[in-house]
């Protein structure tokens, strides 16, 4: 079954994913060269402290980080490390925090400094097929709608989708239902209804679909070792359009915040 938020537990949402953008958004100036993983991981537990909220991803499935932080070829899950962030890297920040008991989930992919110009296609790409997922996260219609929406306009500039991982529900819990795949899949799908909230995140690839999991357990890369970007907002499926719970303002969204 999917959830079906209440009003009070839309509220809880949207505060909850308020702070998960507003941290995202303080990590993202931070970065720069030199720096490393473990500091952005240790930066964003300070900010959730001071914010009030908890990490959502902190010992989920003994995940031992605050924040997923991935780089380059990493496509999800990197852990905080002595790694140092280099000039021209893409940083992929995926941030999920617990307040009032609820979760919100977000994630962006962030270039320090220059990148080569199909890297920064690769980052507007992702970032696009997002935003054209949610506008067809409307009441009634299947969520397939959604999920052919990012593949299409992913693979139309000749992008690879990531299979292995997938975007879901979100509310009480980090996962809920339902699975959001970022691609057509095979049978009927279930249909949206007011009150759902979805965390839907496209992982996308320069090369290649493939991925492969590292030595940690936790870090998945590239097979071919290409560069990856991802991109999630956590969303409220309403009477009318989507609702972003968790918009930025540094986001470049054609759809209006919640």
Request: with cysteine; proline share 3%.
């Amino acid at each position: 079954m999917i959830p079906i938020k209440t009003r009070q537990e839309i509220e809880y949402m949207r505060a909850a994913c308020r702070l998960a953008s507003q941290i995202l958004d303080e990590i993202s100036t931070m970065l720069c060269p030199g720096m490393t993983t473990k500091e952005v991981d240790l930066a964003a537990a300070r900010l959730m402290a001071d914010a009030g909220c908890r990490s959502a991803f902190l010992g989920y499935k003994k995940f031992p980080g605050n924040i997923c932080i991935s780089l380059n070829d990493e496509v999800v899950h990197g852990i905080g490390s002595h790694r140092r962030i280099q000039y021209g890297d893409i940083v992929k920040l995926d941030i999920g925090v617990i307040l009032n008991g609820f979760v919100g989930d977000t994630a962006a992919t962030v270039p320090v400094g220059e990148v080569p110009e199909e890297v920064q296609k690769l980052l507007e790409v992702t970032e696009n097929s997002l935003y054209a997922g949610i506008e067809k996260a409307r009441e009634g219609r299947r969520l397939s709608v959604v999920c052919a929406a990012i593949q299409d306009a992913v693979e139309q500039n000749g992008f690879s989708v990531v299979r292995e991982f997938v975007g879901h529900g979100v509310g009480r819990h980090l996962h809920e239902e339902p699975q959001i795949p970022n691609y057509r899949t095979a049978g009927a799908t279930a249909k949206l209804k007011a009150g759902m909230t979805l965390a839907i995140e496209p992982m996308v690839n320069l090369g290649k679909a493939g991925v492969m999991l590292l030595q940690d357990n936790w870090t998945v890369v590239t097979a071919d070792h290409t560069s990856s970007a991802h991109f999630e907002h956590t969303i409220l499926v309403t009477k009318g359009e989507p609702e972003i719970l968790t918009w930025r303002e540094k986001t470049s969204s054609k759809l209006k915040a919640g």
